[in-house]
């Protein structure tokens, strides 16, 4: 009996409060707090900010890329879009070359809407910074960008 329990000790899980997966997601709501706080005024899921942030830095994308950039799977970053496209915030063009391929692109009003909470999430973005420290934050973006390439 005694060797039985001290097997099972061996392959205990680390504590919660030393796991990675439970402290990666209590970062991040820790970080996604006030952004969702601030995207309630426009009417956005985070997930529509994603998309709109990435579109507006890297330019118009095909849908793999975007997926890709924005952290999102495929069948939902295509249903996100679609909702965009409602809303007026993107366009999706099919790509002549290749028509099953599309190009979704930011329009006026999605570029406005960043513009809209410019302020907001640089003062969200100086807050992690002014608690964290510079170099910290630096050096977890290092390490986060690891974990990308694993």
Known sequence: MDGES??????????TARSLPIALIRAREKVMGPIREMLSN???TEQQW???????ELGPLDS???SENASLLLPSQTRIVQTLVEKGLVTRQAD????RRQTVAI???GQQIILDNLDEAQRIAAHIETVLGKETVDRLLD????????
């Open 42 to 44: 426009s009417g956005l």
């Open 143 to 150: 390490i986060l960008e690891e974990f990308d390439r694993l």
């Open 107 to 109: 329009t006026s009003s």
């Open 6 to 15: 001290d097997s099972n000790n061996d392959r205990k899980l680390p504590s």
């Open 50 to 56: 994603r998309i709109l942030r990435v579109l507006d």
């Open 64 to 66: 793999t890329k975007l």
């Open 96 to 99: 002549p070359s290749d028509r």
